[in-house]
């Protein structure tokens, strides 16, 4: 509803993502396939935010909301951690409203989810849907092409393909993109760090949790190709994106995951 409108107002009943104040919309086939981003002139001119509106939605929204949110850190820092960056102003404020987003979510989630069970509106549930509706959307729109979307999102609108990833929200196959963006890093420990927020919210951290466990090589090189177009901001990154570098952090994941020891 907000494309090619020039003035809006938007009241989110869902906190599932930051679309209510991002000036953004993403484009899907009736399939549900992703097909572009269509970057907006401005942002709504007002976001009205009532928490009491939004106790009441699906616990699963929420959860993608808060999975959609955390790849705000892990997508942006490596860029805006850069020396060049680093003392730039509005680029530190983006950092900054990334760094809130992770640290708010992996301190108050599990509170705010019992909340919205409870459907009591409590002081972690009101703070997190501030943090996915609005402070995320700050993120990209301080730090602008340095603090939008990289490996998480690339990887999100590669699996869009996979009719199997179809009925997983978006945040959901985001949550899998941070993991394989951390993968290619060789962030292992960090991995490690993610691995109990995930299973607590039983987001999908590996192929196998997204029903996409029997893909062959080349399916994982499909997936690969689609996240690493030359036209995908991936490539914006401080390293070099390349699609056999993907399929290989991919396919490491997939065999970290499966290796994991039974809690």
């Not at 950092?95 to 809130?100: F, L, V």
């Not at 490690?192 to 987001?203: C, G, K, R, S, T």
């Not at 196998?208 to 190709?225: N, P, Q, S, T, V």
Request: hydrophobic residues 45%.
């Amino acid at each position: 509803a907000k494309a090619g409108c020039i003035l809006n107002v938007m009241v989110p009943t869902l906190a599932s993502n930051c679309a209510p104040w991002t000036p953004l919309s993403v484009m899907y086939s009736e399939d549900g396939v992703f097909i572009r981003y269509d970057f907006l002139q401005q942002q709504a001119s007002l976001l009205l935010l009532e928490p009491r509106l939004i106790i009441d939605s699906p616990k699963d929204f929420f959860v993608a909301g808060l999975a959609d949110t955390l790849a705000k850190w892990y997508e942006s820092d490596e860029i805006l951690s850069l020396p060049e960056n680093a003392q730039q102003p509005m680029l530190m404020m983006a950092r900054q409203a990334a760094y809130i987003c992770r640290q708010s979510i992996l301190d108050h989630a599990e509170l705010a989810i019992a909340s919205l069970e409870a459907g009591e509106v409590t002081e972690a549930f009101v703070k997190l849907t501030e943090v996915i509706t609005s402070i995320s959307g700050m993120v990209g729109g301080m730090g602008d092409a340095f603090a939008r979307t990289t490996i998480a999102h690339e990887i999100h609108d590669a699996i869009t393909n996979f009719p199997e990833s179809h009925h997983f929200l978006h945040g959901h196959k985001v949550a899998y993109g941070i993991m394989v963006q951390l993968a290619y890093e060789k962030k292992w420990a960090e991995i490690d760090n993610l691995i109990p927020f995930y299973e607590h919210l039983d987001i999908p951290k590996s192929l196998h949790d997204l029903h996409l466990d029997k893909l062959d090589a080349e399916g994982i090189m499909e997936i690969a190709r689609l996240s690493t177009k030359p036209e995908a901001p991936a490539h914006g990154l401080p390293y070099e994106v390349t699609a056999e570098l993907m399929a290989e952090a991919i396919q490491a994941l997939e065999d970290y995951m499966a290796n994991l020891p039974e809690l």
